[in-house]
């Protein structure tokens, strides 16, 4: 594993899995903050055993829909930051696991070969610093004080841009285009890929 994590294109792949999975949890914990339906109409006339009725359920609940909400919002806040990473892989790992379970259990269609890749990517993330996270098994944990590009402080500042974007755009607009907010977190997430190799490179030289 400490080789592949010396490989450029690992770290980019994991920063960015970071931000992926942040940036979805963020993006659909705020309409549950929000106290709205994860769905456009009342799941009550749907079959009890329905994944609509399910929803209308959760919704229903109040305080316990607003506590997945800010769960969701922790977890994804937390990935995003990139620094606090880490801890945001171990907050998110029941919460996706949560999800997948749900998704098997009623008729979601293809959705959990989606969730499932969630889950994987986020077992991937925790097994990425490993080295750092054994610690919780009462093992000690090693560093290799390797100066790696996914180390640098721009990431941290792209994540919360993202961040920011997808807060207020999902805070302020109740009728999104899901479009538009993936065509501007994407040009961030391009301009923060071209800027990091820049100064990864100068940072390099320098030493």
Same mark, same amino acid.
């Given at each position: 594993?400490e *080789?592949l ?11 960015? %899995?970071? +931000?992926?999975?942040?940036?979805t949890f ?15 109409e009342?799941?009550? @006339? ?9 929803? @209308? ?14 769960g969701q !919002?922790?977890?994804g806040f ?5 620094? +606090? ?14 999800i997948?379970?749900?998704? #098997? ?5 293809? %959705?959990?070969?989606? %969730? ?7 077992? #991937? ?10 610690? !919780?098994f009462?093992r000690?944990?090693?560093f290799?004080?390797t100066v790696?590009? @996914? ?5 941290e500042i ?6 920011a974007?997808?807060?207020f755009?999902?805070?302020?607009i109740?009728?999104y285009? #899901?479009?538009?907010?993936? !065509?501007?977190?994407t040009?961030v997430g ?9 100064l990864f *490179? ?6």
């Amino acid at each position: 594993m400490e *080789k592949l994590k010396n490989q450029v294109w690992a770290q980019i792949f994991i920063i960015y %899995t970071r +931000y992926l999975i942040g940036g979805t949890f963020v993006f659909a914990s705020l309409i549950k903050i929000k106290g709205l339906r994860f769905t456009s109409e009342s799941g009550a @006339e749907n079959p009890i055993n329905s994944a609509w009725h399910f929803f @209308e359920t959760l919704y229903q609940s109040g305080l316990y829909w607003k506590f997945i909400g800010l769960g969701q !919002l922790i977890a994804g806040f937390l990935l995003m930051t990139q620094r +606090y990473s880490k801890l945001g892989a171990l907050i998110n790992l029941p919460i996706i696991l949560n999800i997948f379970i749900i998704t #098997l259990s009623f008729d979601f269609g293809y %959705t959990p070969v989606v %969730t499932g890749f969630m889950l994987l990517a986020n077992i #991937l993330l925790l097994l990425w610093d490993w080295n750092v996270l054994k610690v !919780l098994f009462n093992r000690m944990p090693t560093f290799d004080g390797t100066v790696r590009l @996914e180390q640098h402080r721009i990431w941290e500042i792209i994540g919360l841009m993202l961040f920011a974007v997808t807060f207020f755009y999902r805070m302020l607009i109740n009728k999104y285009q #899901l479009f538009h907010w993936f !065509l501007v977190c994407t040009a961030v997430g391009l301009l923060g890929l071209f800027v990091g190799f820049r100064l990864f *490179k100068k940072q390099q030289q320098s030493i």
